[in-house]
C-alpha cells in the first residue's frame, strides 16, 4: 500500500506563485510515475503534469512553461512549482501515483489541496 500526503497550496494573486508538495509512504519501493491532476468547480478532473521514475516529464498543454514537476526518489516526495499563475489554474490539486505489488498496477490519489488564484 502507499499513502500520499499533499500540502502547499493556498489563495495567490494572479502572476504569482505556489510550490505543491506530496509526500508518499508504504511501499515507496514499488512507485513508478507520480503526478498531479485538479479539477475546479462543475468541470471533470484533467491532468496537469506527470513524471516517470527516471524524470520523464509530461505537462497539460495549459500549463507548459509555467509549471514545472519534479521528485526526489530519495524523499519519496513529488513537487510541483506553479508560476505565473491564473485564475482559471483555481482548482483542487490532487497528487497521485501509479505503482505496483507483483504483475498488478494500482493508482493512489491524495486528498487534495485547494489552489486559488485572485485576479
Known amino acids: 500500500q502507499v499513502q500520499l500526503v499533499e500540502s502547499g497550496g493556498g489563495l495567490v494573486q494572479a502572476g504569482g506563485s505556489l510550490r505543491l508538495s506530496c509526500a508518499a509512504s508504504?511501499?515507496?519501493?514499488?512507485?513508478?510515475?507520480m503526478g498531479w491532476c485538479r479539477q475546479a468547480p462543475g468541470k471533470q478532473r484533467e491532468l496537469v503534469a506527470e513524471i516517470t521514475r527516471d524524470n520523464s516529464a509530461n505537462y497539460a498543454d495549459s500549463v507548459k512553461g509555467r509549471f514545472t514537476i519534479s521528485r526526489d526518489n530519495a524523499k519519496n516526495t513529488v513537487y510541483l512549482q506553479a508560476n505565473s499563475l491564473k485564475a482559471e489554474d483555481t482548482a483542487v490539486y490532487y497528487c497521485?501515483?501509479?505503482?505496483?505489488?507483483?504483475?498488478?498496477?494500482?493508482?493512489?490519489w491524495g486528498q487534495g489541496t485547494q489552489v486559488t488564484v485572485s485576479s
Open positions: 508504504g511501499s515507496t519501493f514499488s512507485i513508478n510515475a
Open positions: 497521485n501515483t501509479l505503482w505496483s505489488n507483483g504483475p498488478n498496477s494500482y493508482t493512489t
